[in-house]
């Protein structure tokens, strides 16, 4: 049975509300802070770190009340965003309904993390060589791919004249 197109967005939100959070749960029962777990040598690492900076550890520094503050209401904002442009756009395509539920998803579970200690947990951590990139989360990574879609939408969209289904397409 399909989900009403409606309800895709809260369904894919829900998800990744619920796979950030039981994953940082779980890193923060099973690490000490800093402390790393390798996984892939010389690639991958499980890393326990708490950011609070914005995405990828920009702004972060010592601990304020009004970063916070600042951070949470970002984080309002965008959901309020969200589903302010979910509800005005007609014929939503599938890759559209994903990209909402990627980002809204990957928002409030950064902003819970905010709310609840501060900072955000992450412990993702890929590096080759000398290069390291910063360590995220699940809900930085829902992010990344509901920006993604919202990109892919955009240039289908362009490209096919008026939106249509692009359900055909997947």
């Known amino acids: 049975m399909r989900a009403n197109k409606q309800m895709t967005p809260l369904l894919f939100a829900l998800a990744v509300v619920l796979a ?18 390798v996984i892939i040598a010389g690639f991958f ?31 309002v904002v965008a959901l309020i ?7 005005q756009q007609k014929n939503q395509s599938c890759f559209f309904s994903w990209a909402i539920g990627l980002v809204a998803g990957g928002a409030l579970g950064n902003m819970i993390d905010r709310l609840r200690f501060g900072s955000v ?3 993702l951590d890929f590096y080759v060589s000398n290069y ?6 699940v809900a930085d990574s829902a992010i990344t791919v ?11 969209t362009r490209n096919h004249g008026k939106t249509r289904n692009k359900e055909e397409i997947v």
């Open 20 to 37: 950030d959070q039981l994953t940082k749960w779980w890193v923060m029962e099973s690490f000490m802070p800093h402390e790393s777990k």
């Open 45 to 75: 690492d499980l890393t326990f770190i708490t950011n609070t900076g914005a995405a990828f550890g920009l702004f972060a520094g010592e601990q304020t009340m009004g970063r916070q503050i600042f951070f949470v209401a970002v984080g």
């Open 81 to 87: 965003a969200l589903a302010l442009i979910f509800r």
């Open 121 to 123: 947990v992450d412990f």
């Open 132 to 137: 390291h990139w910063p360590a995220f989360n």
């Open 146 to 156: 509901g920006v993604g879609f919202f990109l892919l939408d955009a240039f289908l």
